[in-house]
């Protein structure tokens, strides 16, 4: 079982920048694969970006690439989120998620897919 939590999250401008973190404790974060998912009030959970267990391979919904950027430090057992440009449209609780997977190259987009979920960090862009 691994725990996951967030941080980093809070009030900034459009077109300013944030940077999210999710720090992993109980198992090695390098099994598993890390995916970033936010949820707008009055929305269903949306998936944002996801990152193999080497890092080598990252995936993003169309509406943050160019802006966003997911990557991780095996070493530090943390994952992170740098959000460039942000859009009032960002606003959201951001959480991260871990899948266990064999396969050191492969993401995962799909929330079901993902065994272990953190609190949730709340950004708001203001425009």
């Known amino acids: 079982q691994v725990q996951l939590v967030e941080s980093g999250g809070g009030l900034v401008q459009a077109g300013g920048s944030l940077r999210l973190s999710c720090a992993a404790s109980?198992?090695?974060?390098?099994?598993?694969?890390m995916g970033w998912f936010r949820q707008a009030p009055g929305k269903e959970r949306e998936f944002v970006a996801t990152?193999?267990?080497?890092?080598?391979?990252?995936a993003y919904t169309d509406s943050v690439k160019g802006r966003f950027t997911i990557s991780r430090d095996n070493a530090k057992n943390t994952a992170y989120l740098q959000m460039n440009s942000l859009k009032p449209e960002d606003t959201a609780v951001y959480f991260c998620?871990?899948?266990?997977?064999?396969?050191?190259?492969?993401?995962?987009?799909?929330?079901?897919?993902?065994?272990?979920w953190g609190q949730g960090t709340q950004v708001t862009v203001s425009s």
């Open positions: 109980g198992r090695a974060l390098s099994t598993y694969v």
């Open positions: 998620a871990a899948a266990r997977s064999a396969i050191v190259t492969r993401y995962v987009a799909e929330g079901s897919q993902y065994d272990w």
């Open positions: 990152i193999s267990r080497s890092g080598g391979n990252t």
